[in-house]
């Protein structure tokens, strides 16, 4: 399965947006890179698969795996029972953004770009979870992190677009138009298709056109953002494609027409598990090594998620150390203090208990 474009993710985000209201019941980790959201409305309970970096979509498909993983543990503390209260694209990007809450309010942002994530904030956009760290140049996403996404160079003003397209006059049409709108090569070039334009046309050969292509692409992308149905494309009886309007270059393949793009994409990823549980029935050895992958990744999380507590822990013992000092001076000064005594004159730090024979002094910091 190819990755959705952010074309698709307005569509996508427009279908998603039924289920404003909804509460998440269940939160699995199915495989590597795979989940699933059971979200329960007033009438009936839904099933979200995502599928990292390629979907994210209503589904049928019910997995046979589903063990708690350290991460869903995690994901379950922070979302079970909370309420959607809107879902987004992020800047017109590969993001979508489900506003959540509780008793208090947070994110999860979903990135299908890159090797993809799935992310939870606070309502200040600080990091509590992320599937997968990611520290670059541009960016970095990992724990008590502010959530930044990455930078998009995509215009808002059409002459704006065409100015900057007519500065690059060796390039290809094509790739011009890629670089200002989210829109996915697949759309691009069934559009300039349509128009009759050679979508490798370099920009001088055209340039008295340009304007005109530019506003044609803009009307077209804003028709095929409310399309309500969507095709998926079979060679073979093999899904090879999908799409929210009728792509030229696929009109001698057979297709199929759904009601909407989350059961398109449900079809293809549908066939897709069926034909790797085929695989994993033809070589045990395949499932072998994909639960071992699973358990390292859980292992890693745990490890991640113990050394975040042993760091609080020692900052925490950084910021009392003049106070815990101050007691083991008192307690060499007087060997025989009791444990009252010593809480009255180090008021700043609750003492637990004394154990003088021991040498152990238990405190609450």
Do not use: W
Not at 219 to 229: D, G, L, Q, R, Y
Request: hydrophobic content about 40%; overall charge neutral; proline content about 2%.
């Amino acid at each position: 399965m190819r990755g959705v474009s952010a074309l698709e993710i307005s569509v996508i985000t427009n279908g998603l947006n039924g289920f404003i209201g909804y509460r998440i019941d269940q939160f699995y980790e199915i495989d590597t890179n795979k989940f699933r959201m059971k979200l329960k409305g007033k009438e009936n309970v839904v099933n979200l698969i995502c599928s990292l970096p390629y979907t994210i979509n209503k589904t049928e498909y019910m997995e046979k795996n589903e063990e708690t993983t350290a991460f869903s543990s995690q994901v379950r503390k922070l979302i079970d029972n909370s309420i959607i209260k809107e879902i987004s694209q992020l800047d017109n990007d590969r993001i979508i953004i489900f506003s959540l809450e509780k008793s208090n309010k947070f994110n999860i942002i979903v990135e299908l770009f890159g090797k993809g994530n799935f992310v939870i904030t606070d309502d200040k956009m600080k990091v509590l979870l992320a599937y997968n760290k990611q520290i670059s140049k541009d960016r970095v996403v990992k724990i008590n992190e502010r959530y930044i996404p990455p930078v998009t160079h995509i215009a808002k003003n059409l002459d704006d677009i065409i100015s900057d397209i007519k500065k690059n006059p060796d390039s290809t049409i094509i790739s011009a138009i890629l670089k200002e709108f989210g829109i996915g090569s697949l759309y691009l070039e069934n559009i300039l298709i349509n128009l009759g334009i050679d979508p490798k046309a370099k920009i001088f050969t055209i340039d008295e056109k340009i304007g005109d292509i530019v506003k044609e692409v803009d009307t077209e992308i804003k028709k095929a953002k409310s399309s309500k149905n969507a095709i998926v494309y079979y060679k073979d009886n093999n899904p090879i494609d999908y799409s929210v309007v009728e792509i030229k270059k696929y009109s001698g393949l057979d297709k199929k027409e759904f009601s909407g793009i989350q059961e398109a994409l449900d079809a293809v990823y549908i066939f897709e598990r069926m034909q790797e549980s085929k695989k994993s029935e033809l070589n045990p050895e395949i499932e072998k090594i994909e639960i071992s992958i699973k358990k390292q990744k859980n292992l890693a999380i745990e490890l991640e998620d113990e050394i975040r507590k042993n760091k609080s822990i020692g900052e925490k013992i950084f910021m009392q150390m003049p106070y815990i000092n101050h007691i083991i001076k008192e307690l060499r000064e007087n060997k025989h203090i009791s444990k009252d005594a010593l809480q009255e004159i180090s008021p700043e730090i609750k003492i637990i208990s004394i154990d003088l024979k021991e040498k152990v002094v238990v405190i609450d910091i």
